[in-house]
Structures are given as C-alpha cells and as structure tokens.
C-alpha cells in the first residue's frame, strides 16, 4: 500500500494564479481531511469529507474548494491564490473518526 | 465545541533525561484522543491513541500516554529520551460521534541535548 500521496511535493505560484492539490488514498478509508500548518499554528482543517459526494468546511475554508468524486482522491483547489495561502498543507485520511488518521507527505506552497 | 491546548511550545531536555508534554483538552464527553510526532520536512505519524478502557496507553518508541477525566489532561511521557526523539508532538482530540473532525493542539518542539 501506498497509503496517503501528494502531489506536487512543492510548487511556487503567483498571486491570482489557480491550482489543484491532489490527494489519493488506498486505504479505502470513508474519511479524508485538508489541514495547513503554519509556524506556532498548529495544524487547521480546512475541509473534510466523510464519504465520496460529502464534504464539509473545516475552521479555515475560505479561498479552497474541494470535491470528492471518488472514496480514493480528494483534491484541493485554490480557486486565486494569495500570499496568505503560502503553508504546508497536508492530507490524511482515517477510516472513520474513531480510528487515527493517517498523513500524506505534505505540499509546500510558496506564493509570491 | 472542542479544543486542544499544548501549553508548552519548545521544551528541551538532555539525552537519558524523562520527558512530559502536557496536552489539556476540552470536550463535552469523552473524547478519542492522539498523540502523533512529526519529524522534520514529514508527515505525521501517529505515537498512540486513547479511546476506552485503561487509562494508561503504550504507544511507540517507549512512550505512553495517560487519561485524566478529572484533570481533562492526557499528557505524554518517555522514562528515558534519545536523540532521535527529537521532533514536534501534536495531541489532538477527535469526536466520538461519525461528525469526522479531529482538533490539533499548536504543537510542541523536543529539542534533546547530547
């Protein structure tokens, strides 16, 4: 198994660009969550989904879009990219909220 | 609504030394609680979890983890620290219910002295 992969690792983009953070799990797993992590911030949920066709906003949604087609994939979108957003961002995926969740490597986004 | 406190944001301690990181939650009932480590430039890696039963948890790499209700604590420990401990540590409370939010405390960074 493969478990939690991100893609790309890193990526640098221009304030008001888009782009499209993938997720993939091979878990299986009902649950699947975005979170960013700033300095001395912790880890803040920006969306999550507890099913494929189900998703909910976690405490920082605005400016991300999420969708979940497939119990597999749940990419993240920046719909306009601004310097606020520049973070390492990480998914995870558990099999429902009581079992631990299980993290992909991270993307580290820069924008400038 | 829940949340997670992690009082300390840096500790340091010297190799061989015992360890403590506190983690006070707030919760209406009794929650599924983590402990996950993170090394540099990683994900997160899960240490272990409380959700029922005894109240002491072993986990990975020596460490465990104990349930006070009355304290509404679950803080980590280590009797003995090694260098490679050296990382940052979440707790995080997670419902008891299928509502799919977990809550992370700020974090902690274990330096460990030679």
């Known amino acids: 198994n493969a478990g939690v992969t991100q893609t790309p690792k890193f990526q640098v983009l221009k304030t008001g660009q888009s782009m499209t953070l993938q997720c993939a799990q091979d878990m299986n797993h009902e649950y699947m969550s975005w979170y960013r992590q700033d300095p001395g911030m912790g880890l803040r949920l920006i969306h999550y989904s507890v099913g494929a066709g189900i998703t909910d906003q976690g405490e920082v949604p605005n400016g991300y879009n999420v969708s979940r087609s497939t119990t597999e994939d749940f990419p993240l979108r920046l719909l306009s990219a601004a310097p606020s957003q520049t973070s390492v961002y990480f998914c995870?995926?558990?099999?429902?909220?009581?079992?631990?969740?299980?993290f992909g490597p991270g993307t580290r986004l820069t924008v400038l | 609504a829940q949340s997670v406190t992690q009082p300390d944001i840096h500790i340091t301690v010297s190799e061989g030394a015992s360890l403590e990181l506190r983690c006070n939650y707030s919760y209406g009932a009794t929650p599924y609680l983590f402990w996950y480590v993170q090394s540099p430039g990683q994900g997160l890696q899960l240490l272990l979890k409380?959700?029922?039963?005894?109240?002491l948890v072993q986990g990975i790499k020596g460490f465990e983890a104990e349930f006070k209700r009355s304290q509404s604590s679950f803080n980590l420990r280590k009797p003995s620290v090694h260098w490679s401990d050296a990382a940052e540590y979440f707790c995080a409370v997670g419902p008891n219910t299928n509502a799919g939010k977990s809550t992370f405390g700020d974090g902690t960074t274990l330096t460990v002295k030679p």
């Open positions: 995870a995926s558990n099999r429902d909220s009581a079992h631990e969740q299980f």
């Open positions: 409380y959700f029922s039963g005894d109240t």
